[in-house]
């Protein structure tokens, strides 16, 4: 549980890779269909997990039978799986040092992007774990990291990306918010459009400076994930007959 949001975090051994899935809640159908996408993303690269280790959650039990030819082994009451816990501390600490540090408060609705963000730079570290000297990302994808995109942005960068142009005169650019690496071949980032706070995914951006107008919009995100209350006060409603006596007993001046 991070700020309130719900993740299931997996990490795959040999390979030490990482991964995260936003739930809602933590039922057996939300479980399940994050559970699927780690599987579906280890076997899209030729990986084929066998055996899950889980905590003992009452929702993994009625996933035993779920995946064909993957066995999902729950552990005890009380027994915890020791190397995903020690990915989760690490995953909270860099999440909390990365919202620190940034210029405005962030938005609820920006939780799961800055996981996001936390879980890719886990990914391109290289970890004790490995007799290799490479990152689990490289020993996952075995594509190289492209050094001139993928460091060159942090969460909550403030950039100006590439739109496309119409042969007019309008802007080529739009202003937003790094995101996560995408983790292709071409670095690409995605970004929140400040104007309109869609997401996007471009691979040409320009990094720049954050201004206070760019805070200034950012805290008002957050203003707009908050509950509001509007107070409103009426004045007395005065009956005409009582309106004219209050008149009458008035003190001539």
């Not at 980032?189 to 805070?215: D, G, H, P, Y």
């Amino acid at each position: 549980n991070i700020d309130g949001n719900k993740f299931l975090i997996t990490t795959s051994d040999p390979l030490q890779l990482t991964q995260q899935c936003h739930v809602t809640s933590e039922s057996a159908n939300q479980l399940g269909l994050g559970l699927q996408g780690h599987i579906n993303t280890l076997q899209s690269r030729g990986f084929t997990p066998t055996i899950v280790y889980t905590d003992p959650a009452s929702a993994f039990r009625q996933l035993t039978t779920a995946f064909p030819g993957v066995i999902i082994d729950i552990s005890g009451a009380g027994d915890h799986v020791a190397k995903v816990d020690a990915k989760i501390r690490r995953l909270k600490e860099l999440y909390r040092s990365v919202k620190s540090g940034l210029p405005w408060k962030l938005p609820n609705v920006m939780v799961k992007d800055l996981v996001a963000y936390s879980v890719a730079r886990m990914n391109i570290k290289r970890t004790t774990a490995l007799n290799q000297n490479v990152c689990p990302k490289v020993l996952f994808t075995g594509m190289k990291i492209n050094y001139k995109k993928e460091p060159e942005l942090a969460f909550g960068d403030y950039c100006e990306v590439y739109d496309g142009t119409d042969n007019t005169s309008a802007s080529r650019s739009i202003p937003c918010i790094a995101l996560f690496p995408c983790n292709n071949s071409t670095g690409s980032w995605e970004f929140m459009n400040i104007q309109t706070r869609q997401r996007v995914r471009r691979s040409n951006w320009k990094l720049m400076a954050t201004t206070e107008l760019i805070i200034d919009a950012m805290n008002f995100f957050t203003e707009m994930d908050a509950p509001m209350a509007l107070e409103i006060i009426a004045e007395p409603v005065v009956e005409p007959e009582v309106q004219a006596e209050a008149k009458e007993d008035e003190p001539v001046k």
